[in-house]
């Protein structure tokens, strides 16, 4: 898989966190990845601004995978600012969360989600539902080069 690429993992959960990075390495993805553990820091991370204002904008970030349910600014209002920014506006963002409710699988999507995966609780499916995603979005999936 293409792993010179960050997936940015937005997830206040550390066992979630776990669980996902566990998945991926499982699944042979290489990729660095970078955790953020609330809504705020990922955007500043994104926009290399507050304490990542040194970040170099050489790193390119594959693929947000990204939990709606967020300290300080929530993963809806993250996927806004992720689609109002030039740089960032066909950035893969697959919402990956726990909740079940309609009203956030719409909003995610009328806010721009790529994809919409709710975290099944078993971790062997899980596992496989993080192997799927890293399958499609790090290997077969193509995006236009910013």
């Known amino acids: ?64 995978l990204l939990d709606l349910n967020l300290p300080k600014l929530s993963g809806l209002d993250v996927l806004r600012a992720i689609r109002s920014n030039e740089k960032t506006r066909v950035l893969p963002v697959v919402v990956l969360t726990s909740s079940h409710e309609d009203r956030d699988v719409v909003e995610s999507y009328d806010r721009g989600a790529n994809s919409y995966i709710v975290k099944p609780v078993d971790f062997v499916q899980f596992a496989e539902a993080v192997r799927q995603l890293g399958l499609y979005w790090l290997l077969l999936n193509q995006r236009p080069r910013r």
Do not use: C, W
Request: hydrophobic share 45%.
């Open 1 to 64: 898989m293409n792993d010179q690429a960050i997936i940015l993992l937005v997830e206040d959960s550390a066992s979630d966190e776990e669980l996902t990075i566990r998945a991926l390495k499982r699944a042979n993805v290489r990729n660095p990845i970078v955790v953020m553990r609330d809504g705020a820091a990922a955007v500043d991370y994104l926009f290399a601004r507050g304490a990542y204002s040194d970040r170099s904008s050489d790193e390119e970030i594959q693929v947000v």
